[in-house]
């Protein structure tokens, strides 16, 4: 029969045969198909490892990609939808911004400031014994006007004088203030000299 033919062209077949390759011919069908097996799967593993296993290593990678990229545009769309809502408060922080600056005064109006912290402090019952200017200390936005201010009142009227600086128009934040007795008298004593530091803003339009 053909199964114990090729069985049998197995048997008698001699190893060292397949190193005359010149005579393929003469080596039996059996040996020939099994030649021919191990040869397709040679060419079919080499493929697979060659050609297959970097496209699946660049699909992988792909799929990846596409996993960042859609949350990319998942985060995108989701600030597109905010959109108008992040314009709406952009305007009304822009708006605030102006009206903090109109807050702040020009050099010009320096001398209008220091005419309204002398009525405030004539109008409470105040007696000025200096008004100073200091040397400006300029920041990133703005520009900081220093102003020593020697004053003698009560210590309700320079309570009253306090407040009143506090609620101008203008930025005026008061500092490092110290209160002692008139003439170096007791402290319960009913004139009182206090030593204050005021500090005006203006906007720094030279800032680069």
């Known amino acids: 029969m053909a199964m114990q033919d090729l069985l049998s062209s197995l048997?008698?077949?001699?190893?060292?045969?397949?190193?005359?390759?010149?005579?393929v011919g003469s080596w039996p069908t059996a040996v020939k198909a099994i030649i021919w097996v191990l040869a397709f799967a040679a060419v079919v593993g080499?493929?697979?490892?060659?050609?297959?296993m970097p496209l699946q290593d660049d699909l992988?990678?792909?799929?990846?990609?596409?996993?960042?990229?859609?949350?990319?545009?998942?985060?995108?769309?989701?600030?597109?939808?905010?959109?108008?809502?992040?314009?709406?408060?952009?305007?009304?922080?822009?708006?605030?911004?102006?009206?903090?600056?109109?807050?702040?005064p020009?050099?010009?109006?320096?001398?209008?400031?220091?005419?309204?912290?002398?009525l405030v402090g004539l109008k409470n019952g105040l007696d000025f014994t200096s008004i100073d200017l200091r040397p400006e200390v300029q920041y990133e936005f703005y520009i900081e006007k220093p102003i020593k201010i020697v004053?003698?009142?009560?210590?309700h009227e320079l309570g009253a004088f306090v407040?009143?600086?506090a609620d101008l128009s203008r930025i005026?934040?008061?500092?490092?203030?110290?209160?002692?007795?008139?003439?170096?008298?007791?402290?319960?004593?009913?004139?009182?000299?206090?030593?204050?530091?005021a500090k005006t803003?203006?906007?720094?339009?030279?800032?680069?």
């Open 151 to 155: 004053v003698s009142g009560s210590y």
């Open 106 to 118: 020009s050099d010009t109006e320096i001398p209008g400031l220091i005419e309204d912290i002398t």
């Open 60 to 104: 992988a990678r792909a799929q990846a990609e596409e996993v960042t990229l859609r949350e990319d545009f998942e985060s995108k769309f989701a600030e597109s939808a905010h959109l108008e809502s992040y314009r709406k408060q952009q305007g009304e922080m822009e708006q605030s911004f102006q009206t903090i600056l109109l807050q702040l």
């Open 163 to 165: 407040s009143d600086v």
């Open 46 to 52: 080499s493929g697979y490892y060659f050609l297959i």
């Open 201 to 208: 803003y203006r906007y720094n339009d030279q800032r680069r």
């Open 172 to 197: 005026v934040t008061l500092h490092d203030f110290t209160i002692l007795p008139e003439g170096g008298g007791d402290v319960a004593g009913s004139m009182l000299k206090m030593n204050i530091l």
């Open 11 to 23: 048997k008698e077949f001699d190893i060292n045969d397949l190193n005359d390759v010149n005579n």
